[in-house]
């Protein structure tokens, strides 16, 4: 069967078009602007909040649901037994019941076998997909590597719709979506690529379009800092937080905010531009054409010719794990220049916390391999640049160096379609 219409039959839908009608344009951000709700809406609504709460706290009885919710037994009853009876959620063992005696309680759980989502990770070297369940675990991971002598776009296409489509076939039902974090500057509104510096083939290409033409599915794409602000949200350390922000570096250096609830993306996701925001006047320059932009100071790129400078050994190949690993054997030059680099990663951090106070920041990248040396002198530099005020209770915190959460993240952007949570 063409992928085109290989989820097309109505054979095997079951919790598909049960999640699907999850789908409706109230979820959308033009409908949000448009008058009232209407009562199916707000059904739909209630339930995408029952399923937020029950992400939020891990398995959970009915009981502890209708609490958290301010509802009784009954009305979360009404809410989950139909999606326990569409297969999507499973309740567990009883439980031992607390003091009191009673009914032991059954913990709601998202079903293993619920229809999975497809993650996609689209960066400038290459493409990585998996399937991510209702739990957030990941299978049928697929990884392809971008040629780097290629003259036009139709190679990596190609090698994006491979990957998405050997995922695809591994899946025991079908998606419910396919989500991409993607690297370089996204147009949010429309899935399109605006530019990615180190892959500018890729630049104008309408990536959300192409792939919901190709596989006939729900696609939802978003700026990979952002999308792993919504893996930490949804499935990670940012679970009930209602302020954070991320930082992602590496070859790149990006980020994203979450306040007061809600992941800011700006018109057309123009927000969160963090690498190209200024921390040096008439700096070096970035590879986006200016001056002085905070990625300058804090990626690979800086880390190795500095290292070159300091005739630091395998300068060429060297990283945060690396040089933290030098510093800790060798002192001298190499925990220089780790102090040095943690103080150009919390340049940026305090300018994110002067503006907006987050207070809570996961780390992302590169940055992880360098552990709690690196995450310790980061800190340090904090408490430097951030004057102490009530309220400014900063946490730092490594998140993820190996893609993990970016996929949840990727999973995260049509699960958060589905169940109604504004982004
Ligand atoms: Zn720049």
């Not at 009784?72 to 567990?92: C, F």
């Not at 690529?193 to 599915?217: E, K, W």
């Not at 990283?319 to 940026?348: P, T």
Request: proline share 5%; net charge negative.
């Amino acid at each position: 069967m063409a992928s085109e219409d290989r989820f097309s039959s109505d054979g095997e839908r079951g919790g598909l078009a049960a999640l699907n009608d999850l789908f409706d344009d109230t979820s959308r951000p033009d409908a949000r602007r448009q008058g009232l709700i209407s009562s199916s809406s707000i059904g739909l609504a209630n339930r995408g909040r029952v399923l937020q709460v029950l992400f939020d706290l891990g398995p959970t009885s009915r009981a502890e649901l209708a609490r958290h919710v301010g509802v009784n037994r009954a009305t979360i009853t009404g809410i989950i037994q139909p999606l326990i009876d569409q297969g999507i959620l499973v309740e567990g063992e009883p439980l031992p019941s607390k003091e009191g005696g009673g009914k032991p309680a059954r913990p709601i759980w998202f079903a293993e076998d619920a229809a999975p989502i497809c993650a996609v990770l689209l960066m400038h070297d290459g493409v990585h997909c998996c399937l991510v369940s209702l739990d957030g675990t990941i299978t049928a991971e697929v990884r392809a590597p971008f040629p780097e002598d290629a003259a036009t776009v139709e190679p990596l296409i190609d090698i994006l719709f491979n990957c998405v489509g050997q995922v695809l076939d591994l899946a025991h039902r079908p998606p419910l979506g396919i989500g991409v974090a993607a690297g370089g500057m996204i147009d949010t509104d429309t899935g399109t690529i605006v530019a990615v510096n180190l892959a500018p083939l890729l630049d104008g290409f309408p990536l959300g379009q192409a792939l919901a033409r190709r596989f006939g599915l729900p696609v939802r794409v978003d700026h990979h800092p952002r999308a792993l602000l919504v893996g930490d949200r949804w499935f990670g350390i940012g679970r009930g937080k209602p302020n954070f922000a991320v930082i992602y570096t590496g070859d790149v250096l990006g980020g994203a905010i979450f306040l007061d609830g809600h992941l800011y993306r700006g018109p057309a996701g123009a927000g969160g531009e963090l690498g190209h925001t200024f921390v040096q006047v008439d700096g070096a320059t970035c590879r986006c054409g200016r001056r002085g932009c905070w990625e300058t100071i804090a990626t690979l790129g800086w880390l190795r010719r500095e290292a070159l400078q300091r005739h630091l050994p395998s300068c060429e190949a060297m990283d945060s794990r690396s040089l933290a690993l030098l510093a800790m054997e060798n002192g001298g030059a190499a925990a220089g220049l780790l102090d040095l680099y943690a103080r150009n990663v919390a340049i940026g951090i305090a300018n994110l916390q002067q503006t907006m106070a987050p207070n809570f920041f996961v780390l992302h990248g590169d940055v992880v391999g360098g552990g709690a040396t690196l995450l310790e002198a980061i800190a340090a530099h904090m408490r430097d640049l951030v004057p102490w005020r009530p309220g400014n209770d900063i946490q730092l915190v490594m998140g993820d160096l190996e893609d993990r959460a970016a996929l949840r993240g990727a999973a995260g952007l049509i699960l958060s379609e589905l169940l109604h949570f504004a982004l």
